[in-house]
């Protein structure tokens, strides 16, 4: 996942959950190869660079560098943060770490569909049969799986992520179980790689608060989107203190719409149907 999400205890700590009953500044903190994901960040960052210097085909030296500046001012670092965080912030959310694909056994666990309730998530987003489907930070393909199911044989799901190590899992799990409407899309930081106007639905369950770019991503996203194409943000309720995720890992329904203000995008609605995530649905403008 962005997460663009192994196992001893089965939940990473990158994941930010917490045992029952552990405070959040407490001493035990569960398995996390912080090094790894940070080189891979630290890596993409450089590569993100690179690109603004020398600048896509199609795209002049000076734009890169308006983009560049404006990105920039966009975010705020600061020394003094959480240790589960990047210490980069947006609209005053700092920016949780991602998970590695090093967890992406824990994203199969079995006792998954217990916990979050997948197959009421995927009812409440009401596909239809020969939809398009974005699942972004698609991870090992546990959503997409799911989703392909929805959308039939006419439909298709890009399942995107920005680990090749996370791709090659899962279109070798798509290989291993026949199902051919899954796609996988090797994305960027800054972007998912989708074609322009062609989604119907953008899903991203757990994923959104892992953006290093969040405001380039969405406007990456945007852009994806139909005419009236929706986006479903599944994040961990923060409003909710009995949720046993670590704070940055969690994000409010209020941050959400805050966060979105500033995009093409319309809120319909919040759906709180599961035992720790609201489901909160945009559609484009």
Not at 28 to 53: E, K, N, P, Q
Not at 108 to 124: A, D, W, Y
Not at 128 to 134: E, I, L, M, N, P
Not at 160 to 187: H, S
Request: charged share 25%; net charge positive.
């Amino acid at each position: 996942m962005h997460r663009h999400h192994q196992r001893r205890s089965r939940i990473p700590r990158s994941y930010g959950c917490l045992r029952a009953g552990q405070k959040s500044s407490g001493p035990f903190v569960f398995l996390h190869l912080y090094a790894r994901a940070s080189v891979r960040t630290c890596i993409l960052w450089a590569a993100a660079g690179l690109v603004s210097l020398i600048g896509w085909p199609g795209f002049s030296a000076e734009s890169s560098r308006d983009s560049a500046v404006a990105s920039t001012n966009r975010y705020e670092f600061r020394s003094v943060h959480d240790p589960d965080g990047i210490g980069k912030f947006y609209m005053d959310r700092e920016i949780a770490y991602v998970m590695g694909h090093q967890g992406a056994d824990w994203l199969e666990r079995p006792e998954r569909e217990e916990e979050e309730h997948t197959s009421q998530l995927v009812q409440q987003l009401h596909l239809r049969a020969g939809d398009v489907v974005a699942d972004i930070g698609a991870g090992s393909g546990y959503l997409s799986r799911r989703l392909a199911r929805e959308v039939g044989p006419s439909g298709k799901v890009l399942a995107e992520d920005i680990q090749p190590e996370m791709i090659g899992l899962l279109t070798n799990k798509m290989a291993e179980l026949r199902i051919t409407n899954v796609l996988p899309v090797l994305g960027t930081v800054t972007d998912p790689k989708l074609p322009p106007g062609s989604v119907d639905m953008v899903v991203m369950v757990d994923v959104y608060h892992e953006f290093d770019f969040p405001y380039e991503m969405m406007q990456a996203i945007c852009r994806a989107l139909k005419a009236n194409g929706r986006v479903a943000f599944v994040e961990f309720r923060a409003e909710d203190p009995n949720v046993p995720i670590k704070p940055v890992h969690k994000m409010t329904e209020a941050q959400v719409k805050k966060e979105m203000s500033v995009l093409p995008l319309q809120w319909i609605e919040t759906i709180r149907v599961l035992p720790r995530q609201h489901i909160i649905l945009f559609k484009k403008k």
